[in-house]
């Protein structure tokens, strides 16, 4: 399985930015898809995930309402749209593929990209 993320840039706040992460190396089927962010000096922190069948939808609390998640499977594609951005947002983006979720935390996300920087500018 590789990811590759891209779309990371700097931003100004109140500003929009989409980020993109290609997928391939085997079908997704089954899979959920997910996106995770870590500040500078900050752990990683879960942000936003998908299931590749259904789309069904988990976020964060921090960034309910201002992101969404979403997949296109034709394309393998994992997309997460960032509206009203703030300094807070301000971290590298990694996008992750689970087969399911056992655990709950990040030991399900087995496989990650290889991050995209985001910085929002105050």
């Known amino acids: 399985v590789q990811l590759q993320a891209s779309g990371g840039g700097l931003v100004q706040a109140g500003g929009s930015l989409r980020l993109s992460c290609a997928a391939s190396?085997?079908?997704?089927?089954?899979?959920?898809m997910g996106w995770f962010r870590q500040a500078p000096g900050k752990e990683r922190e879960f942000v936003a995930r998908i299931t590749w069948n259904l789309g069904t939808t988990h976020y964060a609390d921090s960034v309910k309402g201002r992101f969404t998640i979403s997949r296109d499977s034709a394309k393998n594609m994992v997309y997460l749209q960032m509206n009203s951005l703030n300094f807070e947002d301000t971290a590298v983006y990694y996008c992750a593929a689970a087969r399911r979720l056992r655990y709950g935390d990040s030991r399900d996300w087995g496989y990650w990209g290889q991050g995209t920087l985001v910085t929002v500018s105050s």
């Open positions: 190396g085997r079908t997704f089927t089954n899979w959920i």
